[in-house]
């Protein structure tokens, strides 16, 4: 078989970067000829993990068409999330641990898809499954998107499962998790040299609910001020990407790393509805969600209930 590109959703974060890079390495050890691609830049969290055990960014790519015929999708299903021309090639596998939406293919294909927290602890079960070693640099990356995925395992994504595979990969990676986990963390969380549009594009994903367009942006942080302090400036700026992209909603959720809560910039002609689904005010097209920072589990599903009524 020719060359199969692996890659993970547009935007990626340390799940999507990394999940690529070690799939593609099993994928190589079984005798296929994969590459680890990326379909947006690298945040600054990630870039500390890829430095911290060894690695270079995979290239990036918008089209994936020209130059191959099959593609394995990582951390995501959802074509809007994907590669601008997905539609032109042959999806061969999906690994995910996300909902299945927008998604369909015309010929059969390896599908794992498991209620987790992360890629990477079903990547790690993959590895057993097909009798390969996890190399330490290789676990390292993976443990840094369990890690990611589950914000240092506070997370309500995190599972029993999650925990087993942070384990056993902090173990083979030679690292602390906790310790390792936290610089990560905070290397990712300052926010303040960021421009605008790398706050709104850094970790955006689209769906589609109820017929409508909707954006949940999300960035962590240890102070939410590096974002609010440009308030004006980022509303004028998300405006503008809602009338250009003919969205209902953009919601960009500011969680605090540190007290697990989320600060929701909310705007779009479902900003009321999109509110009152989690029962708190809007004020200044701004709303304190307590407990919440997970955009998979706790923000997705209660706006997909909402919009779709």
Known sequence: ??????????????????????????????????????????????????EKFGFEAPRSVTNVAGEVDGVILVDHNEFQQSADDIADVKILEVVDHHRIANFETADPLYYRAEPVGCTATILNKLYKENGVEIPADIAGLMLSAIISDSLL??????????????????????????????????????????????????????????GKKVVIAQVNTVDINDVLGRKKELE??????????????????????????????????????????????LEDNLALLKGIVSRKKQIVPVLTEALSK
């Open 1 to 50: 078989m020719s060359k199969v590109l692996v890659f993970g959703h547009k935007n990626p974060d340390t799940d999507s970067i990394t999940s690529a890079i070690a799939y593609a390495h099993l994928k190589k050890e079984l005798g296929l000829d994969a590459e680890a691609v990326r379909l947006g830049d690298v945040n600054d969290e990630t870039a500390y993990a890829l």
């Open 153 to 210: 395992f506070k997370s309500p994504t995190f599972t029993g499962e999650d925990r087993k595979a942070a384990d056993e990969l902090a173990e083979i990676a030679g690292v602390d998790a906790e310790e390792y986990g936290l610089a990560m963390l905070k290397a990712g969380a300052d926010l303040s040299r960021k421009t605008l549009e790398e706050l709104v594009n850094m970790d955006a994903k689209e769906f589609e609910m109820g």
């Open 236 to 281: 004028d700026l998300l405006y503008r990407v809602i009338a250009e992209r003919e969205l209902g909603l953009y919601m960009l959720a500011i969680t605090d790393i540190l007290n697990n809560d989320s600060t929701v910039l909310v705007l779009g002609s479902e900003s009321q509805a999109a509110c009152a689904a989690f029962n708190v005010p």
